[in-house]
């Protein structure tokens, strides 16, 4: 915009568009047009005797390149932010289908789990009292109790009864941890 009106003022100051009253038109670069602003603005400027109006309008479009060279590199910017955020927003994605395969997998395994356990609950259901005492105090303490749990409760006290004290002790402390 300030580059229009400095060539307004250059065009005016040198007697109006030339090329408007039948002169040939002529094709410059943006380099050469520039240029040949500048000189003519110097020249025109020169001849009024201002010299301080050259530096001023020097300046002005001195800045106004600045500022062309800024809004590209802020444009760069801008264009890398999208492609980083697309990128994040993939790996985002990434995360959340690995995470989900993840709980996939570990509520296969804890319904496997409870499969089993529902498998032995059935087997110690239909066992006398001693023989379920005898088996669930040889397995592991988590696994007797996960089993006790399911068993009904006049069943759960006769084993608890039949088994030795110290393991019975043990795995009703077990039990009423797991029940809190």
């Known amino acids: ?35 040949a602003v500048m000189k003519e603005l110097e020249k025109k400027m020169k001849q009024i005797g201002r010299s ?5 309008s020097k300046g002005l ?12 590199e802020i444009s760069k910017r801008e264009e890398q932010l999208k492609v980083n955020e697309g990128d994040f927003k993939n790996r985002v994605q990434a995360f959340k289908d690995e995470q989900k395969k993840f ?10 789990e409870k499969s089993r356990i529902d498998n032995m609950v059935a087997v110690v259901s239909g066992m006398r009292p001693q023989n379920a005492a ?5 397995q592991e303490a988590e696994i007797s109790v996960k089993i006790i749990s399911e068993l009904d ?15 019975s002790a043990r795995l009703q402390k077990l039990y009423l941890k797991m029940r809190k």
């Open 61 to 72: 479009l001195e800045k106004e390149e600045q500022m062309k060279v800024r809004e590209l």
């Open 52 to 56: 301080k109006m050259i530096d001023f």
């Open 134 to 138: 005898a088996l669930l105090s040889q």
């Open 1 to 35: 915009m300030k580059a229009f009106i400095i060539l307004s003022l250059v065009l005016c100051l040198s007697g109006g568009l030339k090329t408007a009253f039948g002169e040939e038109k002529k094709t410059y670069t943006q380099e050469e047009f520039d240029a």
């Open 103 to 112: 709980l996939a997998c570990l509520d296969d395994v804890d319904q496997k």
């Open 153 to 167: 409760p006049a069943k759960t006290s006769k084993i608890f009864n039949l088994m030795d004290k110290e393991i």
